[in-house]
């Protein structure tokens, strides 16, 4: 069975500045797709970026980006220019990409926290 | 994104007693509708996988009978809490995916906080 483990239940940052978040997971597979989502106060889920396992280059959304290490399993999250906006509860996310139940597999979270 | 809706937001009912909760793809046909819960400060648990027009897929460890996941239309999905008790307070929450395989993405409703007392 895949799992994904964050090991930073919480981090924080000051405003403008940049942080990483960290995400290693497990897997069998060589086609996947790993997800970061975040979880605001209000506790609405919000996909903040995505990568397929295929993909060399790492995904970038503004200011969020990813670094992707297939071989290592790893898959953190880099927040350039933090903003007081960016504060939530931050999880990781592992899909399968073909055969069998492609559910969402989260790692445990990390509360990130802006520091004005 | 896809929007999806679920309702309600917060219900408090008696313990022994049963609360539906609705999840609703209101611009999309959702195939695929996934059922969570969530413990305060944790991280999201799939109770079930429900496809439309046919049984859904529990868990290890989710009891079925006390679940009970009804996925009738392309657009909707409830899940009813029978016979209630206070453990199972938790905030619960449904996500839609247009198809269940490929390339598309999951769409998470709002929540429900239930509380039993």
């Known amino acids: 069975a895949q799992t994904v483990t964050q090991s930073q239940p919480e981090m924080s940052v000051q405003e403008a500045e940049t942080v990483t978040l960290s995400c290693t997971y497990d897997?069998?597979?060589?086609?996947?797709?790993l997800f970061w989502y975040k979880q605001p106060p209000s506790r609405q889920m919000i996909l903040v970026i995505r990568?397929?396992?295929?993909?060399?280059q790492n995904a970038t959304e503004n200011r969020f980006s990813v670094n992707f290490q297939k071989a290592a399993k790893s898959f953190s999250l880099k927040i350039s220019d933090s903003q007081l906006g960016d504060a939530a509860m931050y999880f990781c996310?592992?899909?399968?990409?073909?055969?069998?139940?492609?559910?969402?597999?989260f790692g445990q979270g990390t509360r990130l926290t802006i520091n004005p | 994104g896809a929007v999806v809706s679920q309702h309600p937001s917060r219900v408090i009912c008696k313990s022994g007693t049963s609360v539906k909760i609705e999840c609703r793809s209101l611009?999309?046909?959702?195939?695929?509708m996934f059922w969570y819960r969530q413990f305060p400060k944790q991280s999201l648990m799939l109770m079930a996988t429900?496809?439309?027009?046919?049984?859904?897929?529990?868990e290890q460890g989710v009891e079925k009978d006390k679940f009970l996941i009804n996925h009738a239309s392309l657009t909707l999905s409830t899940l009813t809490v029978t016979s209630a008790h206070p453990e199972d307070s938790s905030f619960y929450i449904c996500?839609?995916?247009?198809?269940?395989?490929?390339?598309?993405?999951?769409?998470f409703g709002q929540g429900t906080r239930l509380t039993v007392v």
């Open positions: 996500s839609a995916r247009a198809s269940e395989r490929g390339n598309t993405e999951a769409f």
């Open positions: 897997t069998s597979e060589s086609d996947y797709y």
């Open positions: 990568q397929e396992a295929y993909k060399q």
């Open positions: 996310a592992y899909r399968r990409m073909f055969q069998g139940a492609q559910k969402l597999v």
């Open positions: 611009d999309f046909q959702a195939t695929t």
């Open positions: 429900s496809n439309e027009g046919s049984k859904a897929t529990y």
